[in-house]
T-cell receptor
Framework: ETGVTQSPTHLIKTRGQQVTLRCSSQSGHNTVSWYQQALGQGPQFIFQYYREEENGRGNFPPRFSGLQFPNYSSELNVNALELDDSALYLC???????????????FGAGSRLTVL | AQKVTQAQTEISVVEKEDVTLDCVYETRDTTYYLFWYKQPPSGELVFLIRRNSFDEQNEISGRYSWNFQKSTSSFNFTITASQVVDSAVYFCALSPEIQGAQKLVFGQGTRLTINP
């Protein structure tokens, strides 16, 4: 089975621009989440999607938005980029099923965004 | 609020030494999950273990072992007879016991270097 794939792997933007990052979930997974990992820090939860709707969000402003598609792939959009948005953005997927509690997440290798 | 503290920013040992990575957490929830993930240079987070707050049994998997002590809110990770391939950043994480929850609260990580 394929894992979580993300694109692009690296990109450079300038302050004020907009960026879209893409993620393909692991086969069979129906829930996706996004994390921001600044250099030298642990990942921070941005939001998660299930059945194409956002159903959980961390402490990030509205200029961070997302989409989940019927095939469970996902996009993360960031508007009005700021220098502090420079980070590794990680996508994770899991299967929401039954009452298994907190899911084990499968992570992609991330998209490294540099904002100049 | 939930919080995870990994006080050891960096650890460096010689191959075959045993090494313990510390993790202390804070939560007001009575039920929760604890995780350890490994992040090699390639970037993706690799799942190592998930532990429910009701299960305080220690676990051993090959050279890896985990010591969960609810009384001290700690979930430490020990690598026995370390190998160069164990070099990575290791993250401890905490999640609420909510079905389908993908929100993990991560510590800042411990960079482990195993020298030959």
């Amino acid at each position: 089975e394929t894992g979580v794939t993300q694109s692009p792997t690296h990109l450079i933007k300038t302050r004020g621009q907009q960026v879209t990052l893409r993620c393909s979930s692991q086969s069979g997974h129906n829930t996706v989440s996004w994390y921001q990992q600044a250099l030298g820090q642990g990942p921070q939860f941005i939001f998660q999607y299930y059945r194409e709707e956002e159903n959980g969000r961390g402490n990030f402003p509205p200029r961070f938005s997302g989409l989940q598609f019927p095939n469970y792939s996902s996009e993360l959009n960031v508007n009005a980029l700021e220098l502090d948005d420079s980070a590794l953005y990680l996508c994770a997927s899991s299967l929401l099923a039954g009452s298994s509690g907190a899911n084990v997440l499968t992570f992609g290798a991330g998209s490294r965004l540099t904002v100049l | 609020a939930q919080k995870v503290t990994q006080a050891q920013t960096e650890i460096s040992v010689v191959e075959k030494e045993d090494v313990t990575l510390d993790c202390v957490y804070e939560t007001r929830d009575t039920t929760y999950y604890l995780f350890w993930y490994k992040q090699p240079p390639s970037g993706e987070l690799v799942f190592l273990i998930r532990r429910n707050s009701f299960d305080e049994q220690n676990e051993i998997s090959g050279r890896y072992s985990w010591n969960f002590q609810k009384s001290t809110s700690s979930f430490n990770f020990t690598i026995t007879a370390s190998q160069v391939v164990d070099s990575a950043v290791y993250f401890c994480a905490l999640s609420p016991e909510i079905q389908g929850a993908q929100k993990l609260v991560f510590g800042q990580g411990t960079r482990l270097t195993i020298n030959p």
